[in-house]
């Protein structure tokens, strides 16, 4: 079996910043793609960031500018850094990975809440 194991959210004040981590566990051969997703209240899980094995970064919405994704592939970890938060940055932040165990499967984590106050 897989974990993906977030920590790092908490209530920050608007201009303020997080660093997010997700570290993954158990048996794989490699991991893929790793990336960071958002769900506001009352709204769908949405994109954040997504980085490759290569080092390789996309960005969706707000974020982009304001957060970095980066990731080490020695300890199977990847990491969120979040400057400038603003109050709509507020949601639980989920991990995502792509591993390759018997096939590639998609793997989440059970979501880290990020509370910004204005």
């Known amino acids: 079996q897989v974990q993906l194991v977030e920590s790092g959210g908490g209530l920050v004040q608007a201009g303020g910043s997080l660093r997010l981590s997700c570290a993954a566990s158990g048996t794989f051969f490699s991991i893929n793609a790793m990336g960071w997703y958002r769900q506001a209240p009352g709204k769908q899980r949405e994109l954040v960031a997504t980085?490759?094995?290569?080092?390789?970064?996309n960005y969706a919405g707000s974020g982009k500018g304001r957060f970095t994704i980066s990731r080490d592939n020695a300890r199977n970890t990847v990491y969120l850094q979040m400057n400038s938060l603003q109050p709509e940055d507020t949601g639980v932040y989920y991990c995502n990975a792509l591993v390759a165990v018997d096939v590639v499967r998609s793997y989440w984590g059970q979501g880290t809440q990020v509370t910004v106050s204005s």
């Open positions: 980085i490759t094995s290569g080092g390789s970064t």
